[in-house]
């Protein structure tokens, strides 16, 4: 079984990973942290990238500055679209090698897929399931203030930028509210895994 797990910034969908993993067993696959794996130096994507953005997109190190990069993309949607061509396609082949090495390994069959654009970069068709994690925006204000150290107004900027839980209604099989405590939502989580 694969669970692939989306949602907003600050709703708690590092809790729900953490939970799944330690309480229920499942394998974690991190498509943001297995992005920056991928566009590091010596790696295909990388070099895709330098390719197609240039050397100015460099640290003096060599590695891609990801607000240089973030810079370049933000707002134009042709250069978004040509680095989303470039990295999702390597991420989804990297969760699914990943995903067969550990079946191969250690016999695992349970695993979870996160990604903030689950749906949006065809990850989501890998997974046999759709969760979507939601809060309270005052909640997430709140968590992301203290735990990230963000101001308000940035937060309620990516908050606006970002779909809504509207817009995930019918293309997910679950919505799993984590604005109450760890036990309601691993409660929400067992119920969803009794299958």
């Known amino acids: 079984m694969i669970i692939g797990i989306t949602g907003g910034i600050g709703t708690g ?5 953490k939970i799944l993993n330690e309480k229920f067993g499942f394998s974690i696959f ?10 590091s130096k010596g790696n295909a994507v990388y070099d895709r990238i330098v390719n197609e953005f240039g050397n100015d997109i460099l640290k003096s190190d060599g590695e891609i500055d ?31 090698n990943r995903i067969e090495r550990e079946n191969k390994l250690n016999g ?6 996160e ?3 689950l749906i949006e970069s065809g990850c989501s068709k890998i997974c046999d399931k759709i969760w979507y994690i939601y809060s309270d925006d005052s909640i997430r204000i709140e968590r ?4 990230r150290g963000m101001e308000e107004d940035a937060i309620k900027a990516v908050i606006k930028n970002q779909l809504n839980y509207e817009d995930f209604e019918d293309k997910t099989d679950a919505m799993i509210d984590n604005s109450f405590s760890i036990d309601n939502t691993i ?9």
């Open 30 to 39: 991190e498509a943001d942290k297995i992005a920056h794996e991928l566009m």
């Open 66 to 96: 990801r607000k240089v990069m973030s810079s370049l993309v933000f707002n134009n949607k042709s250069r978004l679209e040509t680095i989303n061509n470039i990295v999702h396609p390597a991420v989804i082949d990297e969760i699914k």
């Open 13 to 17: 969908k590092s809790t729900v990973l």
């Open 144 to 147: 992301l203030k203290s735990g």
């Open 115 to 117: 990604a903030a654009l």
């Open 187 to 195: 409660s929400q989580i067992e119920k969803l895994l009794e299958f």
């Open 108 to 113: 695992t069959d349970k695993f979870v897929v």
